[in-house]
């Protein structure tokens, strides 16, 4: 939730951006645009007002809330897969070591070794963490007696969507509840 201090600057306004279906850009990362952008998509019509802050900014000759849920006019089609990137692999392991689950010192392994002519590709570089790449070292993960939990995939860009949900962030202001489905329990 978000502390009541955070809303006296408007740079701790962002705005909660969703698509024409109204449903968020992106949850991992959670889609945010600043205030000044929000606003500047207003007046150029690109997007509508769903909810407002109290807060609000003022001009000589006009004054506006700032918008904290906005809602795209145009909807924008996610690409099927999301780029190769060590943060989108992180996100698709879970944060997760694939060999043994740690959440901590996180790097990447190549399964097959590229010594042995293993590829930089999705389905050949396993999130791993420092001591069980070291121990791994340039050995494949049979000849190192060390079965990953899940073999490597490419993902699409909803799996990633999906496994984001698992991970809200620690802000969350009151407007956005009703746009965002974080994979907690519900309150009775």
């Known amino acids: 939730m978000y502390h009541p201090d955070r809303i006296r600057h408007p740079e701790n306004c962002p705005a909660l951006v969703l698509n024409a279906d ?3 850009l992106s949850y991992y990362p959670l889609s ?9 998509a207003v007046f ?18 006009f004054q506006m809330r700032i918008p904290s849920v ?5 909807y924008v089609r ?5 780029a190769f990137t060590r943060f989108n692999l992180f996100l698709r392991d879970k944060f997760a070591c694939l060999y043994c689950g740690s959440p901590k010192d996180l790097t990447f392994d190549h399964v097959v070794p590229r010594r042995a002519g293993g590829r930089t590709t999705w389905e050949n570089v396993a999130t791993a963490c420092s001591p069980c790449n070291l121990k791994k070292g340039g050995r494949t993960p049979r000849e190192a007696h060390m079965p990953l939990r ?3 995939i490419r ?3 909803w799996q990633l969507q999906d496994h984001g949900r698992a991970f809200p962030p620690n802000y969350l202001h009151e407007s956005w509840h009703d746009w965002l489905y974080w994979d907690v329990e519900l309150l009775a």
Not at 54 to 61: A, G, I, M, N
Not at 70 to 74: E, F, G, H, P, S
């Open 22 to 24: 109204y449903t968020p």
């Open 78 to 82: 996610p690409s099927e897969h999301p």
């Open 32 to 40: 945010l645009w600043p205030w000044q952008t929000a606003i500047k």
């Open 44 to 61: 150029l019509d690109r997007v509508d007002i769903v909810e407002s802050y109290d807060r609000e900014v003022h001009s000589p000759s």
């Open 70 to 74: 906005i809602a795209l006019k145009q």
């Open 150 to 152: 899940e073999m490597p």
């Open 155 to 157: 993902p699409t860009s």
